[in-house]
């Protein structure tokens, strides 16, 4: 079994399973300084886009694509590798086809099929200079089309402040601020099989626009005062029915609010997501590791739903933390309590996972982690 991976970033996050299962990695990779270039079995360099690597895979005759792009910029020329590999060669590519990538790509396009499909949003308008008066009242929150990890977002808090923003971008999407839960929830997705991993905890909203990727987060979710287990039921539901609309592959997730009554949805995208290893950490399937058994032609979507489990799960941003498990070899959790260090240099997390709420803690502790 011969697979290619695209982008050496988070090739460290398969490296060990590859190696494990036997099979053959080429990586490409077009940043001659990116992380991770050594850990391949082959590497080619290639320019910016899409058309290296798709030279790669027709050369080295690849049983399958796995791109490990953790940004939006590049997943439409993505889809269209896809397209040409998978019809003119027979080469599978564990990303999602145009169609889902595009709703996801846009913030505009994926407000319009939400709305289309009835599925719960917060309200929204798109505004620009000629439009400034709204009728929602303040705190708002105004996003760009493009954007991810909280670029181009800002809540504003007067009239004032939104025609700054609108003299900065020009319009926007203006949207309701929704007091409430921020979660997030990873979906596998492949030939008609979608599964929702667990709703992922990431902190409250705030009028400050502190994105999740600051914050401490947890899985499963609980909510203090809910009937957990029924709304974490309907969040995968709802995920499931979602990503089975815009028929998304590979790895996918969703990012909502619960304002109290509701879990609405903010976006969806169509690419391995942030919270995939504290998602691994509780339920233990890894996401990345399904994406290399889809392009393996092993992906068994009864055996993933069958194997899932409910292990308590926190993750921590440490910034910059000395220790020499942030390494390839250490990205597995060997059993049913454990931690695991990640992410690049100032911008590390540690996940933990245990039995309990309190082996958690104690791990958390005995590390010297703010919990
Ligand atoms: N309607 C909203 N109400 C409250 N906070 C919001 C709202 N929309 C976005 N946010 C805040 O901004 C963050 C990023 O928004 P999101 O739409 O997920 O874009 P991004 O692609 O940057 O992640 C959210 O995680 C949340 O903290
Ligand atoms: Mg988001």
């Not at 889902?100 to 917060?122: C, D, G, M, V, W």
């Not at 009242?137 to 809540?155: A, D, N, R």
């Not at 005062?225 to 998304?248: F, H, T, Y």
Request: hydrophobic share 35%.
């Amino acid at each position: 079994m011969k697979l290619m991976f695209i982008g050496s970033r988070l090739f460290e996050d398969v490296a060990l399973y590859t190696k494990n299962k036997g099979i053959t990695s080429v990586l490409t990779e077009s940043n001659p300084d990116a992380p991770n270039q050594n850990l391949a079995d082959v590497l080619h360099r290639v320019p910016r886009g899409m058309d290296g690597p798709k030279t790669v895979a027709i050369k080295e005759d690849v049983d399958g694509v796995v791109p490990l792009i953790g940004v939006d910029g590049p997943l439409l020329s993505l889809s269209s590798l896809k397209e040409d590999l998978e019809e003119n060669y027979g080469i599978p590519v564990v990303t999602s086809p145009l169609e889902a990538a595009s709703i996801a790509q846009s913030k505009f396009k994926t407000k319009r099929f939400l709305t289309e499909n009835n599925f719960p949003t917060p309200p929204f308008q798109s505004i620009d200079m000629n439009l400034s008066e709204s009728y929602f009242s303040f705190p708002m929150v105004l996003k760009q089309s493009h954007g991810q990890g909280g670029v181009g977002i800002e809540v504003v808090n007067s009239h004032h402040e939104m025609i700054e923003y609108l003299k900065k971008f020009g319009n926007a999407l203006a949207e309701e601020f929704i007091a409430g839960v921020e979660i997030s929830v990873e979906v596998l997705g492949w030939k008609g099989d979608y599964i929702p991993l667990v709703p992922v905890y990431k902190g409250k909203t705030s009028t400050k626009g502190t994105h999740p990727l600051f914050k401490v987060k947890k899985a499963p979710l609980e909510i203090e005062g809910l009937d957990n287990s029924k709304n974490n039921k309907m969040i995968l539901e709802l995920a499931r029915e979602i990503c089975r609309m815009m028929g998304v592959a590979g790895s996918a997730d969703l990012d909502l609010i619960f304002d109290g009554k509701e879990n609405l949805v903010l976006e969806i995208n169509t690419r391995p997501s942030g919270t995939r290893y504290l998602t691994y950490a509780s339920c233990n399937i890894n996401p990345l590791q399904e994406m290399v058994d889809m392009a393996a032609g092993k992906w068994n979507p009864e055996k993933v739903q069958y194997n899932l489990k409910n292990y308590f799960a926190m993750e921590v941003p440490v910034g910059d933390f000395s220790t020499k498990r942030n390494s390839y070899l250490y990205r597995n959790f060997p059993d049913s309590n454990g931690w695991i260090i990640h992410g690049p240099p100032q911008h590390q997390r540690i996940t933990i996972r245990g039995e309990t709420r309190n082996s958690v803690l104690k791990i958390a502790q005995s590390l010297k982690l703010p919990s």
